[in-house]
T-cell receptor, first 112, second 113 residues
Framework: AQSVTQLDSQVPVFEEAPVELRCNYSSSVSVYLFWYVQYPNQGLQLLLKYLSGSTLVESINGFEAEFNKSQTSFHLRKPSVHISDTAEYFCAVSVNGNKLVFGAGTILRVKS | NAGVTQTPKFQVLKTGQSMTLQCAQDMNHEYMSWYRQDPGMGLRLIHYSVGAGITDQGEVPNGYNVSRSTTEDFPLRLLSAAPSQTSVYFC????????????FGEGSRLTVL
């Protein structure tokens, strides 16, 4: 079975500072990896995904994540955060199509 | 575009009552699923379906039933509600060919007293 560990439950950061949200996974087979974002009182939205190919994947709003197979990690980074990035972020893994296993989530709080 | 629509948004039940959470999508997605979200535990898969007439269990199926009579609808039934089923429930759908790209509804918050 697969599992996902998000190492920080909350990450406070000042506006325009860089941020890294950490994600490690466990699986005995090859995986697909995802980051989803949840804004208050909304459903989750896909932020970015790694299926194959380049290990560095980017989103349209400046986030990026790098798949590191040797460290079984898929950390999410942004070089400069905005107030509007305040949300909860979920890392997820799949080995079989759309059956995703989610981590516990990391709340990103961006302060002015 | 409606996307994934869940009803009701809020519901309070007494222990032992039954109810159905409705989920409908208008994107012709083959795959539909139900998750529950609990603080500190992320989202856990309850049931899923890869097409009309086909359903399967996820990680936490006990106490829940589903059916998929049409492509559009995927209702979740609580047979005899328990306080442990107090949670926020999300329906999500996807094309089978779009690996992991789930579209989520806005959630249904259920409280069981």
């Amino acid at each position: 079975a697969q599992s996902v560990t998000q190492l920080d439950s909350q990450v406070p950061v000042f506006e325009e500072a860089p941020v890294e949200l950490r994600c490690n996974y466990s699986s005995s087979v090859s995986v697909y990896l995802f980051w989803y974002v949840q804004y208050p009182n909304q459903g989750l939205q896909l932020l970015l995904k790694y299926l194959s190919g380049s290990t560095l994947v980017e989103s349209i709003n400046g986030f990026e994540a790098e798949f590191n197979k040797s460290q079984t990690s898929f950390h999410l980074r942004k070089p400069s955060v905005h107030i509007s990035d305040t949300a909860e972020y979920f890392c997820a893994v799949s080995v079989n199509g759309n059956k995703l296993v989610f981590g516990a989530g990391t709340i990103l709080r961006v302060k002015s | 575009n409606a996307g994934v629509t869940q009803t009701p948004k809020f519901q309070v039940l007494k222990t032992g009552q039954s109810m159905t959470l409705q989920c409908a999508q208008d994107m012709n997605h083959e795959y539909m699923s139900w998750y529950r979200q609990d603080p500190g535990m992320g989202l856990r898969l309850i049931h899923y379906s890869v097409g009309a007439g086909i359903t399967d269990q996820g990680e936490v199926p006990n106490g829940y039933n589903v059916s998929r009579s049409t492509t559009e609808d995927f209702p979740l039934r609580l047979l005899s509600a328990a306080p442990s089923q107090t949670s926020v429930y999300f329906c999500a759908s996807s094309h089978l060919t779009n690996t992991g790209e789930l579209f989520f509804g806005e959630g249904s918050r259920l409280t069981v007293l």
